[in-house]
């Protein structure tokens, strides 16, 4: 099967610039994770789908980071606009069976953001 | 709130020594605990998954446990090799806020 598709690989921009990511996840897979993983530490989870609903977006910085996942399937996460502290990497994971917690997450190979 | 530490931060072995990487959470109230590997520049592969109620899961040259009591996980790594260089992450779903809460992972270097 296919994996999670995410572009771009990489991105700079400069402070106060707005950015966008795109997830596909694996086919099927109703669940849809957004990480943001700072050099050196655990990912974090941003926001978490199932279907085209929200199930958590408590870490969301949500003055200045936004989710949508329209039709149940592809996923964009924007940045408007960016901080210094957003250099990471930003990673997006999916996940089959819903709300069952028993199920592997499968993550994509992530998109290194630079802010300078 | 739930808190996920590994130990040791970087491990340097020669290759075919066996190995154990540990990992611990605060809260036992859990759904499961996964391990993945991570290589430079790559997104995260998973490895094993443990259900709460099980003790155990095996895959290859890898096994790990899981001590729900004690809030402890091992991952065994058999006979080590030079493409398991990579740093290893454990993660656990508790059953509180049903968050996936990531350990800052084990940096693991195989020499050959």
């Known amino acids: 099967e296919a994996g999670v598709a995410q572009s771009p690989r990489y991105k700079i921009i400069e402070k106060r610039q707005s950015v966008a990511f795109w997830c596909n996840p694996i086919s099927g897979h109703a669940t849809l994770y957004w990480y943001q993983q700072i050099l050196g530490q655990g990912p974090k989870l941003l926001i978490q789908?199932?279907?085209?609903?929200?199930?958590?977006d408590s870490q969301l910085p949500k003055d200045r980071f936004s989710a949508e996942r329209l039709k149940g399937v592809d996923s964009t996460l924007k940045i408007q606009p960016a901080k210094l502290e957003d250099s990471a990497v930003y990673l997006c994971?999916?996940?089959?069976?819903?709300?069952?917690?028993?199920?592997?997450?499968?993550f994509g190979n992530g998109t290194r953001l630079t802010v300078t | 709130k739930q808190e996920v530490t590994q130990i040791p931060a970087a491990l340097s072995v020669p290759e075919g020594e066996n190995l154990v990487l540990n990992c611990s959470f605060t809260?036992?109230?859990?759904?499961?605990l996964q391990w993945f590997r991570q290589d430079p520049g790559k997104g995260l592969t998973s490895l094993l998954l443990i259900q709460s109620s099980q003790r155990e899961q095996t895959s290859g040259r890898l096994n790990a446990s899981l001590d729900k009591s004690s809030g402890r996980s091992t991952l065994y790594i058999a006979a080590s090799q030079p493409g398991d260089s990579a740093t290893y992450l454990c993660a656990v779903i508790d059953t509180g806020g049903f968050k996936t809460i990531f350990g800052a992972g084990t940096r693991l270097f195989v020499k050959a």
């Open positions: 994971a999916s996940s089959s069976l819903g709300r069952s917690y028993n199920s592997p997450l499968h």
């Open positions: 809260d036992s109230a859990i759904y499961n």
């Open positions: 789908f199932q279907n085209n609903g929200v199930v958590d």
